[in-house]
């Protein structure tokens, strides 16, 4: 199979090297990929939102297959558009634009939790004409309080404030232009006080298989103190979260989510990423996204042992229903080595060293690009350290050990990723 990955994060990088062990594969393309994905494909400077551009492609290159690393695209309808062109016969896993609008608007993917009765926080949304009713609201719920902007804002958008005027400040910057337009509506909902960790599935719109459990860290500091990032690290498998909790999430929230897309009509073939939160043992859902999440990624891909393009292909020809998933029981830790000041400024350009790997360790490069031969910084989430062990204290040793190798100005890791779950 030709297939294109698109995204350039160590999500993609994740997927990119995975699908490299498969045989079924011919050719692989990344657009824009990154200086890790360079090594399992070819990486291609292509605008994917310019669809007769990527048309051309597709075409050029006998595109079998699309696999859709970031939300981006899938909310601005990429997949409606490849499926509609008659000239094209190409599979996508990525759901089309109505599914997609579930990360799209965290205030659509509420009223979705609603109509099925998957449960979740109680909530309301705002906009600037209703900033009073919103105050108001505030006034009403217990702190800590949690602001959401609707739209997307890579990751960043979710605010949890422990003071109440605080609260109330951070409101009116949401609307005046803190997150852009994804704050132009702002859902406010009462905080669940639990375990947070996430499910992935990948559905073809009829089966689906769940795929490793994940715990992701998003602070940037120590402690799950400061701001929001777009994941400081995470672990896989989650201890708390087997046997009968993985049942009741399955009975409660998959099977009503899988069945809602039906419902509602989504044509919904990708990933599904549900951000719940544990209390007293049973499972509430905090957010869905439509794609894998990053970094948890790096820490499931690497625990599939199955053939990730044949489950791409069974994906595309809807006979999910009876796969066998096979996976690696061992537990998987990876540390985000980060630029200086991120998540708000930091400097590019930094060369990067120290990459050596072991036969248990993997480096997944997210912010790195190819410069004379060297390979420097590009974004603020720079490169993932994963490591493979037997539990997650010798696992996350490993891991933290490989984000003190690598070297470049300003790097900056958490050191207590997993720690909560000794």
Do not use: W
């Amino acid at each position: 199979m030709n297939i294109l990955l698109i995204g350039s994060g160590g999500r993609e990088h994740a997927l990119a090297k995975k699908m490299t062990e498969s045989a079924l594969l011919n050719k692989l393309y990344i657009a824009p990929g990154n200086a890790g994905t360079d090594s399992c494909g070819e990486n291609v400077h292509l605008n994917v939102s310019d669809f007769s551009t990527l048309k051309a492609f597709l075409l050029s290159k006998k595109i079998d297959l699309v696999v859709v690393g970031p939300e981006a695209p899938l909310v601005d309808g990429l997949a409606d558009k490849i499926d509609a062109d008659s000239n094209l016969n190409i599979s996508v896993i990525g759901p089309k634009r109505k599914g997609a609008h579930l990360e799209g608007s965290k205030e659509y993917a509420k009223e979705f939790m609603q109509k099925h009765k998957i449960p979740t926080a109680k909530y309301q949304s705002f906009t600037i004409n209703t900033i009073k009713e919103g105050e108001a609201f505030l006034d009403t719920l217990k702190p800590p309080y949690v602001l959401k902007a609707d739209g997307l804002a890579a990751g960043k958008g979710v605010l949890i404030l422990d003071d109440l005027a605080k609260a109330k400040a951070e409101l009116k910057d949401m609307f005046s232009g803190k997150f852009g337009e994804a704050g132009n509506t702002v859902v406010i909902e009462e905080f669940l006080d639990g375990i947070e960790l996430s499910v992935f599935i990948l559905t073809d719109g009829e089966g689906y298989i769940i795929l490793p459990e994940a715990k992701d860290y998003k602070r940037i500091g120590e402690g799950d103190t400061g701001l929001n990032t777009g994941g400081m690290g995470a672990v896989s498998p989650v201890g708390f979260a087997q046997g009968a909790f993985l049942s009741k999430v399955e009975e409660r929230i998959v099977k009503p989510t899988i069945n809602g897309f039906k419902q509602d009509g989504f044509d919904y073939v990708g990933f599904v990423f549900i951000g719940l939160m544990s209390i007293d043992g049973n499972p509430f859902v905090i957010e869905y996204n439509v794609r894998m999440g990053d970094p948890e990624a790096e820490v499931v891909i690497p625990r599939i042992k199955s053939d990730l393009v044949d489950i791409f292909k069974q994906t595309a020809n809807k006979n999910l229903s009876n796969y066998n998933l096979e996976l690696d029981p061992r537990t998987a830790v990876t540390v985000m080595a980060v630029s200086g000041g991120y998540p708000e400024g930091y400097q590019k350009g930094k060369e990067i060293t120290g990459l050596k790997e072991g036969e248990q360790e993997t480096f997944f490069h997210a912010g790195t690009t190819l410069k004379d031969g060297k390979i420097i910084t590009s974004g603020g989430r720079v490169i993932s350290c994963t490591a493979f062990g037997n539990n997650v204290n010798e696992t996350k040793t490993k891991a933290l050990a490989m984000a003190e190798q690598i070297k470049f100005e300003g790097k900056y890791y958490r050191k207590d990723i997993g720690m909560d779950l000794l």
